[in-house]
């Protein structure tokens, strides 16, 4: 079993930066163990979709949408990802949830809402 807590979300003006943490705990030796950590977000009467995802090797990919802007990082010491956001735009405005992928099984967090006003 995988827990994903969430936090750092907020509501920030257009431009400014948030950084979310996601607190990653469970049976398994260390976050090291976990190959896909990865970030997703879902906007209002959206799908939700990948924004980024890193691999136990640090291998990173973004979407094109942040590119540039976000940046993902895992500390296994801390058990701990990541996202740091800058240059935040109105429509980066949704409620952004960590996933991890382990053992062939999906684990998610509930999220945390990041609101970006213009």
């Known amino acids: 079993q995988v827990q994903l807590v969430e936090s750092g979300g907020g509501l920030v003006q257009a431009g400014g930066s948030l950084r979310l943490s996601c607190a990653v705990s469970?049976?398994?030796?260390?976050?090291?163990?976990?190959?896909?950590m990865g970030w997703y977000r879902q906007a209002p009467g959206k799908q939700r979709e990948l924004v980024a995802g890193i691999t136990s090797g640090g291998s990173t990919n973004y979407a094109d949408s942040v590119k540039g802007r976000f940046s993902i990082s895992r500390d296994n010491a801390k058990n701990t990802v990541y996202l740091q956001m800058n240059s935040l735009k109105p429509e980066d405005t949704a409620v952004y949830h960590c996933?991890?992928?382990?053992?062939?099984?999906?684990?998610w967090g509930k999220g945390t809402l990041v609101t970006v006003s213009s």
């Open positions: 996933k991890a992928s382990y053992y062939g099984m999906h684990y």
């Open positions: 469970g049976s398994f030796f260390s976050l090291n163990a976990i190959n896909d």
